[in-house]
């Protein structure tokens, strides 16, 4: 029989929250606020580097929208979906925004790239026609409810492991806000979301070697895109939804792409995740060697302590987690930035021998320098099981790595393990003064010290910051080139 069937309950329940919940957490809000900064900072020190840059502004040189989306730190004014792209390619491109790591691994505040394009075109439209604006607690509250979808689908379920990119994310939980944001109806934000669940999804083939390129970081800003043209479908085009998009035998997304398993949740839809999110504080490295940079770190200064240097090192045991082994181990030759910004060695050898950890350390200049290629020949990862259990440990969650050294003289230097980086939440008191440390050096470079003391103003309260217009907000950080 040809009966449609009811919404699969998953896309449902995405949903009722997106437009039933009330956050009533203060650290919600909060880490909001901080989220929303630091992924802006993140967004403007990717545009110094040429390869981001080039991927940006409007398809037909020139083309100016009005009213349309401002991409911070440019001049350009787009529609709300090349606006989306743009946001979210600089965004992400430096792996330095925020991370959630559990059976799927992601960087949820990549769904500003569309909250912002959609609230800020908003902004601008409904003003030139004599409407209200949207605020910046508007935008926050689809951070966390973003957050909070793309977080909780992480959890349990493992997209990587059938070999999806975890960017379908970012695109189901920007589908479902910025349809809200655009005045959808609950069904009408269910049936954008059943859009983005049947859409393309990205496998994860240039995250690994040997084919890792530059594709992992504008793949969420064409995720946000995406989300954001489909919302914009069902709002304005009317096109209906996908009930059992999730569930239909043979043809749906748990049979074909899914080893026809069901998603599996640890808890309800709250505010959990932005409570809990990982912030990138010291080192624009991929999340699973954050510690093990720091711990690189603490031993560059060891070892200049006691008279020696990284090429006094015979040999180097990282112990690690499983998680890290399977993305971020590798062997070879690495052959560009994104290779390099993956590879655990790389990032370990860097501060050994300089005693620092940049984004432009990823470039051919410094790669170039053959004492890291050397020392990462002299490095092996094993895993520690406590660390793998505990990373998935709901009440930690820690992400552990531990550095020993052993010198050419037969000196085994005390072992330096890190089970926790800055930007957790068990460091988040040592972590804010460095990551408003962090926002402020990124637009410095990009806007100059008198603008970014005068967006820091404007940002560091709460309330007053909530109740900002969207767009008033982002001319502050528009630029003339």
């Known amino acids: 029989m040809n009966v449609r069937p009811p919404v699969d309950k998953v896309v449902q329940d995405i949903a009722d929250y997106v437009h039933d919940y009330q956050i009533e957490s203060p650290l919600a809000w909060e880490t909001a606020r901080l989220c929303l900064i630091d992924t802006l900072g993140c967004g403007l020190e990717a545009l110094n580097f040429e390869q981001c840059a080039k991927l940006l502004g409007p398809v037909v040189p020139g083309t100016v929208v009005p009213n349309g989306t401002k991409v911070p730190g440019t001049p350009y004014q787009l529609d709300p979906i090349r606006g989306a792209f743009n946001i979210g390619t600089a965004i992400r491109w430096l792996d330095y925004n925020d991370c959630w790591l559990a059976a799927e691994w992601g960087h949820p505040s990549d769904n500003l790239g569309g909250i912002l394009a959609v609230a800020d075109w908003l902004a601008r439209t409904n003003k030139a026609n004599g409407l209200a604006a949207p605020k910046i607690k508007d935008v926050l509250e689809a951070m966390i409810k973003a957050h909070e979808i793309q977080g909780c689908l992480a959890l349990e379920n493992s997209f990587n492991r059938v070999g999806l990119d975890h960017v379908v994310l970012v695109k189901v939980a920007t589908t479902a806000v910025v349809s809200k944001l655009l005045g959808c109806t609950k069904e009408q934000t269910a049936d954008a979301v059943t859009q983005a669940w049947v859409d393309g999804q990205s496998l994860r083939t240039y995250r690994h070697a040997p084919n890792t390129m530059s594709r992992k970081s504008w793949a969420a800003g064409d995720a946000c895109s995406r ?56 080192f624009p490295a991929e999340f699973h060697s954050q510690t093990a940079c720091e711990a690189a770190m603490i031993l560059h ?181």
């Not at 479908?233 to 239909?248: E, F, R, T, Y």
């Not at 501060?351 to 470039?363: E, S, V």
């Not at 020392?375 to 550095?403: F, Q, W």
């Open 227 to 282: 989300a954001v043209n489909l919302a914009l479908m069902v709002k304005n085009g009317g096109v209906q939804g996908i009930p059992s998009v999730l569930s239909a035998k043979i043809w749906g997304f748990y049979d074909v792409l899914f080893k026809g398993n069901e998603f599996k949740f640890q808890r309800p839809y709250g505010s959990y995740v932005m409570e809990n999110v990982l912030f990138k504080i010291s």
């Open 301 to 481: 200064s060891k070892l200049k302590e006691i008279g020696k240097t990284s090429d006094d090192i015979a040999s180097i045991r990282i112990r690690t987690q499983e998680a890290a082994i399977r993305i971020i181990d590798k062997k070879g030759p690495l052959d560009n930035y994104a290779d390099r910004d993956h590879c655990i060695q790389y990032m370990v050898a860097v501060p050994l021998i300089f005693g620092r950890l940049t984004a432009n350390d990823y470039n051919d200049s410094v790669a170039a320098d053959a004492r890291i290629d050397a020392l990462r020949e002299k490095m092996v990862c094993v895993e520690d099981k406590t660390y793998s259990t505990e990373y998935h440990d709901p009440n930690k969650r820690s992400i552990g790595n531990a550095l020993l050294v052993t010198l050419k003289d037969g000196t085994e230097l005390p072992e330096v393990a890190v089970e926790y980086p800055v930007g957790h939440k068990f460091r988040r008191e040592e972590g804010i003064p460095l990551l408003v440390e962090k926002f402020k050096r990124h637009l410095n470079g990009r806007l100059g010290e008198k603008r970014t003391a005068e967006i820091y103003e404007k940002s560091e309260k709460l309330e007053p910051f909530q109740a900002m217009d969207v767009d008033s907000y982002v001319d502050l950080y528009v630029t003339e080139q």
